[in-house]
């Protein structure tokens, strides 16, 4: 797909409405430290980064790759998500449809000519259908990390939660580099299973002509120890450097904009129906 030359860094350029959340507000956002919800967070993580192995990895592509589970349309997938709470999210404990409309209302405030770019708000998260599908939480939400090679100590409870995981002692996998090769790319390395490489897998498969950019950052928004903490930067290529401020821009919106505020969803489904017309139309296989 068409990549977009905007000229300078998207996140340089850009200033979402982050820059109105003062640093004592932001530390509020993904403390997994305490909180109401911290029990079930890690109870979460612990599950996730036991199972999470290349093996497992593997397993899945194979069993959704081929979506051929169900056919819906795009705003049918959002709808699904009013019965979800992501138990992996430490910040909210709303359903998730009402976050994928905050995203969405971000970007569309600072990026009015980016439709595209609004759109991603609106279904970054919808790969956690699979939920509904037979597939744990553990297996879908939260953050996810490179498997194949070392487990990087930015991973959210990496000291306490990879012990059981049958990788961590597996010398073919616990080094630096793994099974992967220096600068290999992204696009070649396997990544714990969860609803981001799923709904990239979707967009491809049904050929949705949303740009390259916009795919990064549905198949790489959870990958926080690249994108916020900059680790795996040695499995990187030209591209993924060229990808990594779009995937940042992004993350601004989806993590910013969490609120108990929520949106009147009626109201704006004409304008993101418009969106879905444009860039992922009709009955999608998944």
Same mark, same amino acid.
């Given at each position: 797909?068409?990549?977009?030359?905007?000229?300078?860094?998207?996140?340089?350029?850009?200033?979402?409405?982050?820059?109105?959340?003062?640093?004592?507000?932001?530390?509020?956002?993904?403390?997994?430290?305490?909180?109401?919800?911290?029990?079930?967070?890690?109870?979460?993580?612990?599950?996730?980064?036991?199972?999470?192995?290349?093996?497992?990895?593997?397993?899945?592509?194979?069993?959704?790759?081929?979506?051929?589970?169900?056919?819906?349309?795009?705003?049918?997938? =959002?709808?699904?998500?009013?019965?979800?709470?992501?138990?992996?999210?430490?910040?909210?404990?709303?359903?998730?449809?009402?976050?994928?409309?905050?995203?969405?209302?971000?970007?569309?405030?600072?990026?009015?000519?980016?439709?595209?770019?609004?759109?991603?708000?609106? =279904?970054?998260?919808?790969?956690?259908?699979?939920?509904?599908?037979?597939?744990?939480?553990?297996?879908?939400?939260?953050?996810?990390?490179?498997?194949?090679? +070392?487990?990087?100590?930015?991973?959210? %409870?990496?000291?306490?939660? %990879?012990?059981?995981?049958?990788?961590?002692?597996?010398?073919?996998?616990?080094?630096?580099?793994?099974?992967?090769?220096?600068?290999?790319?992204?696009?070649?390395?396997?990544?714990?299973?969860?609803?981001?490489?799923?709904?990239?897998?979707?967009?491809?498969?049904? +050929?949705?002509?949303?740009?390259?950019?916009?795919?990064?950052?549905?198949?790489?928004?959870?990958?926080?120890?690249?994108?916020?903490?900059?680790?795996?930067?040695?499995?990187?290529?030209?591209?993924?450097?060229?990808?990594?401020?779009?995937?940042?821009?992004?993350?601004?919106?989806?993590?910013?904009?969490?609120?108990?505020?929520?949106?009147?969803?009626?109201?704006? +489904?004409?304008?993101?129906?418009?969106?879905?017309?444009?860039?992922?139309?009709?009955?999608?296989?998944?």
């Amino acid at each position: 797909m068409k990549i977009i030359n905007i000229g300078p860094d998207p996140s340089q350029v850009y200033r979402p409405n982050e820059t109105n959340i003062n640093d004592d507000a932001k530390s509020g956002y993904r403390n997994f430290q305490n909180g109401d919800l911290i029990e079930r967070v890690y109870r979460t993580y612990k599950i996730m980064h036991t199972n999470q192995t290349l093996a497992f990895v593997k397993k899945k592509h194979e069993m959704w790759s081929g979506c051929n589970h169900t056919q819906m349309n795009m705003m049918e997938s =959002i709808g699904t998500l009013d019965q979800l709470v992501d138990e992996s999210d430490p910040d909210v404990d709303f359903p998730n449809s009402f976050h994928a409309f905050q995203t969405a209302e971000g970007i569309r405030q600072e990026h009015p000519d980016k439709d595209w770019f609004q759109l991603i708000g609106l =279904i970054h998260d919808i790969g956690k259908i699979m939920a509904f599908w037979g597939e744990p939480q553990w297996a879908v939400v939260g953050d996810t990390f490179p498997v194949g090679c +070392k487990f990087q100590n930015s991973i959210v %409870f990496r000291g306490t939660t %990879f012990v059981d995981n049958p990788d961590e002692q597996n010398p073919a996998y616990n080094t630096e580099y793994g099974i992967y090769q220096p600068q290999c790319g992204l696009d070649n390395v396997w990544m714990s299973w969860g609803h981001d490489e799923y709904l990239y897998r979707v967009m491809k498969f049904n +050929k949705c002509s949303i740009p390259e950019e916009g795919l990064y950052m549905l198949r790489f928004h959870s990958f926080y120890p690249w994108h916020t903490h900059g680790d795996y930067m040695h499995l990187c290529n030209e591209k993924d450097q060229h990808m990594l401020p779009w995937v940042k821009e992004f993350n601004k919106f989806d993590l910013y904009t969490k609120s108990t505020d929520l949106p009147d969803v009626e109201k704006l +489904k004409p304008y993101y129906q418009s969106l879905i017309d444009k860039y992922c139309p009709g009955e999608l296989y998944w």
